[in-house]
């Protein structure tokens, strides 16, 4: 792939590149997190120049909202209010850079929101402006860096949910040697980013791919969104629906800057290229805690596994990413490409699943099962079976109605699982009990014994059912 940074004299984001151009494609917002020096504000507005942009550049520490907005006056009728413009105000902006955004007072924080999010300011649509940027060091909470900057936060979460690609620079430590002596060299110091209108032209082209496939997005790029959330969810990594879309519109952007074709996302390269736009969607990262790195890599390897495999091994890894077991139980009904593979997952899930829950999805399963609506062999049957008859055979002379009288210290759960079957119907009560008791008697503690139970009647409910929706 060509380069474009360097020859607006900004050196060192080599590896980032592809990301920071998908920004100015999607024209979604940017934020730079990394500590002082290293280029953050430079490059943005080094990128200002060159695409000759009308830009703004706020220090948030500093700026007060009469900077952004103006003086307000009334007008002469004195039914309105209008504002003073400067040459520093907001109104006629194509970009705007809020420098330092996480040593802002959290009263304009709030003020900058609006403008992030919906670029508006008091209401009011600024309808110039294209491109939104941030730059911020990293939070004096943050372990991980050996400076600390005093005055600085972690940034609101809802509004570091707002940008979508939150990028970590590197430092001195990251660029080769030749990027070394070119930083170190003082020639550009001063100079305006000009490289005669290419990376301008080259943008206007690469827009126009990205929105004629963002009308029907190809299939495999929000697969692997719909797969990696998910992924990352069940790691403890939340992911907001709403970042969802904009990791899909970031990967579609990267693939069209990269060259690659984004209906068919294959190859070593593309799958580089997904997991780093992957790693610097996560807004955790403005916050002080960034995620941790072996989750991130498992669940872009599930994610992608998912998403690219074919037949059997693309079911599998979809049937292992599901995380409801309800939902589990519909794909084993809906698409599972016969009773071999079928087994297999039933295996693997009840290898793999929390005891508690694997328990929950054998005595769902076992009755339909034995009955031949399951579309799994008879190893997958007995597996079920063993399990199931241990539930069944569980000592059940545990006394739900005299809970009151039965002390924590004799089955901890007791007090936490009797309220909730108090309130189920007889049959469905009974199934819970069944469940409960095998927990008890296995010591399993069990965070949310409501919806777990509701989680397991839905389970059977899709077995009795035989998978309907």
């Known amino acids: ?19 920071i151009l998908a920004a100015l494609v999607t024209e979604d917002p940017l934020l730079l997190i990394g500590p002082s020096g290293t280029g953050k504000t430079y490059l943005l507005n080094s990128l200002s120049e060159a695409l000759g942009l009308e830009h703004r550049h706020y220090n948030a520490s500093l700026i007060s909202f009469d900077d952004l907005v103006g003086f307000p006056y009334p007008d002469e009728a004195k039914s309105s209010v209008r504002f003073l413009e400067t040459p520093a105000t907001v109104w006629g902006a194509e970009s705007v850079l809020i420098d330092e955004i996480n040593r802002c007072k959290p009263e304009h924080q709030n003020r900058l ?3 992030v999010h919906e670029r508006k300011i ?11 940027w941030a730059a911020m060091n990293p939070c ?17 979460a809802a509004l570091a949910d707002r940008f979508s690609i939150i990028l970590e620079v590197g430092d001195w430590s990251d660029l080769s040697d030749d990027d070394r002596r070119l930083v170190a060299a003082p020639a550009g110091e001063g100079a305006i980013a000009n490289d005669h209108g290419r990376l301008k032209t080259v ?3 690469w827009r126009r791919a990205f929105l004629e496939h963002l009308g029907s997005c190809p299939v495999r790029i929000v697969d692997y969104v719909c797969a990696v959330t998910s992924a990352l969810i069940e790691g403890g990594i939340r992911i907001s629906p709403r970042r969802t879309r904009l990791i899909t519109r970031t990967l579609l952007a990267a693939m069209v800057v990269k060259g690659f074709n984004p209906d068919a996302p294959t190859g070593r390269d593309c799958e580089v290229l997904f997991k780093r736009v992957l790693d610097a969607s996560l807004p955790q990262r403005a916050g002080g805690t960034p995620p941790d790195t072996n989750k991130l890599a498992a669940a872009h ?14 079911w599998l890894h979809h049937f292992h990413l599901e995380r409801r077991l309800d939902r589990k139980a519909k794909l084993l009904f809906h698409g599972c490409p016969n009773r071999d593979t079928g087994t297999l997952a039933v295996e693997q899930l009840l290898a793999q699943e929390p005891k508690e829950r694997a328990a929950a999805f054998a005595l769902a399963a076992y009755p339909a099962a034995v009955a031949g609506r399951v579309p799994i062999g008879a190893e997958g049957v007995n597996d079920l079976g063993r399990i199931a ?3 069944l055979t569980v000592d059940g002379d545990i006394r739900w109605q005299e809970r009151h009288d039965v002390t924590g210290s004799t089955h901890p759960e007791l007090a936490a699982f009797a ?27 069990i965070a949310r014994p409501g919806e777990f139970e509701e989680e397991f009647n839905r389970c059977v409910t899709v077995f009795g059912e035989g998978g309907a929706a």
């Open 122 to 132: 008091q209401g009011q649509p600024l309808t110039a402006l294209r491109y939104r």
């Open 1 to 19: 792939m060509e380069t474009y940074l360097p020859e607006l004299g900004v050196y060192g984001f080599d590896v980032v590149e592809p990301l």
């Open 419 to 445: 309220p909730v079957l108090a309130a189920l119907e007889p049959a469905r009560r009974a199934r819970a009990e069944q469940l409960f008791n095998f927990c008890i008697v296995n010591n399993l503690t």
């Open 140 to 156: 004096s909470t943050d372990q991980s860096v050996d400076e600390s900057y005093l005055g600085t936060e972690p940034l609101d």
């Open 301 to 314: 390897r599930l994610a992608w596994n998912a998403t690219m495999a074919h037949g059997v091994e693309k």
């Open 389 to 391: 008859q241990s539930l």
């Open 203 to 205: 943008l206007a082209i």
């Open 113 to 115: 929101f609006s403008l």
